[in-house]
């Protein structure tokens, strides 16, 4: 059974920083791209960053470059997110995403081309004074 299952977040204050964590189970990790999603109530989905299998290509939302970092340890199946100098609009539920499709070519920056909320629930963040 896939499983992603994010940790890491809270409360912030402005400026602040959070790391995030999500431990994949049930797929070969090291063979598929892998995403951070963010979901604002009331908004829709926001593709955030992605990270190919072997980290050689990374990519941001303009919303989040500079300001985030993502990275990845295949040896322990586990996705980081590294929040530096959060803003109020940062506040948003985040998930990791698996890839829909195996070893895919490029590093898809779309979200449907991912697939995430498998076994665990996102993690919130809140940014706020």
């Known amino acids: 059974v896939v499983r992603l299952v994010e940790s890491g977040g809270g409360l912030v204050q402005p400026g602040g920083s959070l790391r995030l964590s999500c431990e994949a189970s049930?797929?070969?990790?090291?063979?598929?791209?892998m995403a951070w999603v963010r979901q604002v109530p009331g908004k829709g989905l926001e593709w955030v960053s992605g990270?190919?299998?072997?980290?050689?290509?990374?990519k941001y939302a303009d919303s989040v470059k500079g300001r985030f970092t993502v990275s990845r340890d295949n040896a322990k199946n586990t996705l980081f997110l590294q929040l530096n100098s959060l803003k109020s609009e940062d506040t948003a539920k985040y998930y990791c995403?698996?890839?829909?499709?195996?070893?895919?070519?490029?590093?898809?920056?779309?979200?449907?081309?991912?697939?995430?909320?498998?076994g665990g629930q996102g993690t919130q963040v809140t940014v706020s004074s």
């Open positions: 995403a698996k890839d829909r499709e195996i070893l895919r070519f490029t590093l898809a920056t779309s979200l449907s081309e991912y697939e995430w909320n498998l």
């Open positions: 049930g797929f070969p990790f090291d063979s598929y791209h």
């Open positions: 990270i190919s299998s072997r980290s050689y290509t990374i």
